[in-house]
């Protein structure tokens, strides 16, 4: 048995978001292929996840252990715990909402998810997978657009630091372009996902 984390972020109405209609397809196709699996549903906007205070900074240099039922770092531990992880959201102004890095700040924590040793950081989410679902307005998966997209490349560094071992995005691009059949391309885009759930 193993743990799906399913981190979500938009603050639209249920049903109004792209990106998650389609990380629901992917989790609910997870669930089907993988019953004896526990998935983790965490909506960052219904989260008390808020930027880091001076408090809480302090907080980022834990012996293994500690403050498991702190508010803050059982972000980090419900991380950690978890075997597969995946993060949905929208790409905004060339990111990602802030509640994201708000959230990954919460689990990038010293002594938890990552230790300093001797010959320097080491990820403690070794032989972890993740996946990252995105839906974009634009063309960002190419250039001239590729070098502007900032969300997916910081996840895919951050999650490699922490250890993660495998790491897929699927992006759905040129959402935003009126020669775009959304809801053919959300079809498509929706079954797909369905199809790499059953594998992940």
């Known amino acids: 048995?193993?743990?799906?984390?399913?981190?979500?972020?938009?603050?639209?109405?249920?049903g109004m978001s792209r990106t998650i209609r389609i990380s629901h397809a992917f989790v609910e196709a997870y669930k089907e292929s993988h019953p004896n699996d526990t998935v983790i549903d965490l909506d960052l906007y219904k989260e008390d996840?808020?930027?880091?205070?001076?408090?809480?900074?302090?907080l980022h240099n834990v012996q293994p252990g500690e403050g498991r039922d702190h508010p803050q770092l059982k972000y980090a531990y419900q991380f950690l715990e978890a075997d597969k992880v995946v993060i949905a959201a929208p790409f905004w102004n060339l990111s990602f909402p802030a509640i994201i890095k708000a959230y990954m700040d919460y689990v990038t924590v010293s002594g938890i998810t990552f230790a300093y040793t001797p010959?320097?950081?080491v990820?403690?989410?070794q032989g972890k997978k993740a996946v990252h679902i995105v839906t974009r307005g634009g063309g960002y998966s190419e250039e001239p657009l590729a070098s502007l997209?900032?969300?997916?490349?910081?996840l895919r560094t951050l999650f490699t630091f922490l250890g993660f071992s495998e790491f897929t995005t699927?992006?759905?691009d040129n959402m935003?372009?009126?020669?775009?059949?959304?809801?053919?391309v959300l079809d498509e885009a929706s079954q797909v996902a369905r199809e790499k759930a059953q594998a992940f």
């Open 1 to 14: 048995m193993s743990t799906l984390l399913y981190v979500h972020a938009n603050p639209k109405p249920q």
């Open 176 to 184: 935003d372009r009126t020669s775009t059949d959304v809801e053919a």
């Open 49 to 58: 996840i808020g930027f880091l205070t001076e408090e809480s900074v302090l």
């Open 170 to 172: 699927i992006a759905i």
């Open 119 to 121: 010959q320097g950081p």
């Open 149 to 154: 997209e900032l969300g997916d490349r910081y």
């Open 123 to 125: 990820g403690q989410c």
